[in-house]
């Protein structure tokens, strides 16, 4: 395939150079223990991010191990991004994540992948400090290495982190497919918003969707 004759982004994926990138799903922000929750109330969990929890324990989380399943039988490359500092004090973050208090120091529970997406042992996991995993990280170098030229995004938070790997990655010449089923934010305002803001940078795509269109791919090889 000739990507730089793309006319459109609605392109199948190639399992040859295509990755799925699970975005911040570890415990620092996905288990109501969290860090990025230390200092919100049990009560106040329980209301202000109700949704967020209930979205990822009945949708997102089930989706995305489905489409882990699916890409590891599918032998297409998987890759986990993380909040994590490369320090204990966390003098290596960004400016905005010192701002907003955010340190999830190096080899810390909180910033391990959740259980349900355990990485397996070859599997790529990044440290990033920065809410786009292309600015602190060298995802780009090893993507490029690894032969990729689609990805496949889904992950935590829809309207931020999410967002911005989505934006990075189409600026530098992926061809990227979002799964908005996969993903969460804080509530269906923000989701909705978000997607609608990146829906001409990416194809968006539902889990059934793209599981059905790996199902395809493979009965044609």
């Known amino acids: 395939m000739n990507y730089n004759q793309l006319t459109t982004r609605h392109v199948k994926l190639d399992p040859g150079s295509s990755a799925i990138l699970f975005i911040d799903v570890q415990n620092f922000c996905a288990r109501r223990d969290g860090g990025e929750f230390k200092d919100v109330s049990a009560n106040e969990v329980d209301i202000k991010y109700a949704y967020y929890f209930d979205r990822l324990a009945t949708v997102a989380v089930p989706n995305m191990q489905r489409l882990l399943a699916k890409f590891r039988e599918a032998g297409i490359e998987v890759l986990h991004t993380t909040i994590e500092s490369l320090t204990l004090d966390g003098r290596?973050?960004?400016?905005?994540?010192?701002?907003?208090?955010?340190?999830?120091?190096?080899?810390?529970?909180?910033?391990?992948?959740?259980?349900?997406?355990?990485?397996?042992?070859?599997?790529?996991?990044?440290?990033?400090?920065?809410?786009?995993v292309f600015v602190s990280t060298h995802i780009d170098y090893l993507l490029r290495n690894l032969g990729v030229r689609?990805?496949?995004?889904?992950?935590?938070?829809?309207d931020q982190c999410v967002e911005s790997a989505v934006r990075d990655a189409c600026d530098l010449g992926y061809l990227v497919t979002l799964v908005p089923d996969a993903c969460a934010s804080y509530t269906p305002e923000r989701e909705q918003f978000s997607l609608s803001a990146i829906k001409g940078y990416c194809r968006q795509l539902s889990t059934d969707e793209l599981l059905a269109e790996i199902e395809e791919l493979a009965s044609k090889n």
Do not use: A, H, M
Request: hydrophobic share 35%.
């Open 150 to 158: 689609q990805l496949v995004i889904c992950g935590l938070l829809t």
């Open 92 to 132: 290596d973050r960004s400016l905005d994540y010192k701002i907003t208090g955010f340190n999830v120091p190096k080899g810390s529970w909180d910033g391990k992948v959740i259980d349900e997406l355990t990485p397996l042992e070859d599997e790529i996991v990044l440290p990033k400090s920065s809410s786009s």
